[in-house]
């Protein structure tokens, strides 16, 4: 098992920034690859970005340019940094891990951390 512990949402206006952080235990010896989703209200759960054990990040269309995704292997933390956030960013973010790959729905994504919540005023 692996748990995955996220931190760093907020309330922020538009054009600012915010770095959320994902600490992950347990049996990661295991993982592949971890990422981060989001899900707004009335809306689908989409993939944000996401990074390999071997560095490999892939984004999200509308992120591109504005987000970035690291990961500490030794602290077994991933990061996301996201600059010029905008109101459509807003959403409950995801942490997310599995050992093969995070498909774009999250549908068959083996670990979750709790969420948290980032909210971009206009």
């Known amino acids: 098992q692996v748990q995955l512990v996220e931190s760093g949402g907020g309330l922020v206006q538009a054009g600012e920034s915010l770095r959320l952080s994902c600490a992950a235990s347990g049996s990661v010896f295991s993982i592949n690859v971890m990422g981060w989703y989001r899900q707004a209200p009335g809306k689908q759960r989409e993939l944000v970005a996401s990074i390999t054990n071997t560095g490999f990040a892939n984004y999200g269309d509308s992120v591109k340019g504005r987000f970035s995704i690291s990961r500490d292997n030794a602290k077994k933390t991933v990061y996301l940094q996201m600059n010029s956030l905008k109101p459509e960013d807003t959403a409950a973010y995801y942490c997310?891990?599995?050992?093969?790959?995070?498909?774009?729905?999250?549908?068959?994504?083996?670990?979750w951390g709790q969420g948290t919540q980032v909210t971009v005023s206009s």
């Open positions: 997310a891990a599995d050992p093969r790959v995070l498909d774009t729905l999250g549908v068959r994504v083996d670990y």
